[in-house]
């Protein structure tokens, strides 16, 4: 019967283990915040996130599914909503807050990372199984993640109460002779982060994860290039492409006259999810007898 019991044990903590729960669902909810040329410290512009500015903190939602190629490696899917803002009202850096532009934008995300656990919640006694002995299990888990996405955003500004998208405006003079090009409301992102897990069951858990995403364009603000003649664009694209081209308070004189910088091309866009997650394990036991699996659960153990 002793022998059993090890033998039964082993199986806890065999290298195979992890394959019994290899399989997660993972729901989040959280924050997101952006980091470009809108808003930011009361400074000029900083890459990365020295320039984060916490009061356009918007909220942010996902869910995902974990795959466990091995003990400490995992494939995830995941899908994130979230809701970036910048407003150059908010920073008292001269050139910015004359600047005077706002927006807002919802972002829809879909990654596929891979996972590092190099520290993992282990199973033990706190999982419900009768007459355990021996090590307590750790309940808090360790990964860092990184990998492929594609996301969705449409840059929206306010004017009297009214949120007006701003692509078709065409700001900086896209489409009109010697302007940029286009861009395109579908981009390619580097989602990267870390997460904690701390155990609650043997098959829950809960965490907080930290997503920095790099991305490949410098318009989810509408903003990046020079100020275009704003002449020229009252008589292409009407009256409200020229006002949210320059909305400038005029208090230093030149700054917003043609062909002067109006973003920072050379900095691409980026924001960041600050997410609590619930985690689900998706149990797949090494039998499908009814009365084997029952006695998995009640065996008695010894570490």
Known sequence: MGLSSVASAQYFRD???????RNELSVGVGISNF??????RNQIGSPFIW????????PAFSLGYR??????????????????AGNDNLTTETFRQNRNLNFRSNVIEAQLVLEWH?????????????????????RMGLYFFAGV??????PKAQIDGTWVELRPLGTEGQWLPDGPEEYNLYQFCIPMGVGIRRAIDRKSTIGLEL?????FTDYIDDVSGSYYDKTALLEARGPLAAYFSDPSLGTVPGQTATGQQRGYPDHNDAYLFLKVQYHYKLYRYRSNNKKYRTRLRRQKIVF
């Open 15 to 21: 290298s195979n283990y992890w394959k019994t729960h």
């Open 35 to 40: 980091l470009g040329e809108l808003g930011g």
């Open 51 to 58: 320039d984060l500015e916490f009061s356009m903190t918007k």
């Open 67 to 84: 795959y466990f190629l091995a003990k400490q490696w995992a494939l995830r899917g995941a899908g994130t909503y979230g809701v970036l």
């Open 118 to 138: 190099p520290f993992q919640e282990l199973p033990g006694h706190i999982y419900d199984l009768r007459g355990v002995k021996g090590m307590a299990p750790s």
């Open 149 to 154: 996405g594609g996301f969705h955003f449409n």
């Open 211 to 215: 997503q920095y995403t790099k991305t």
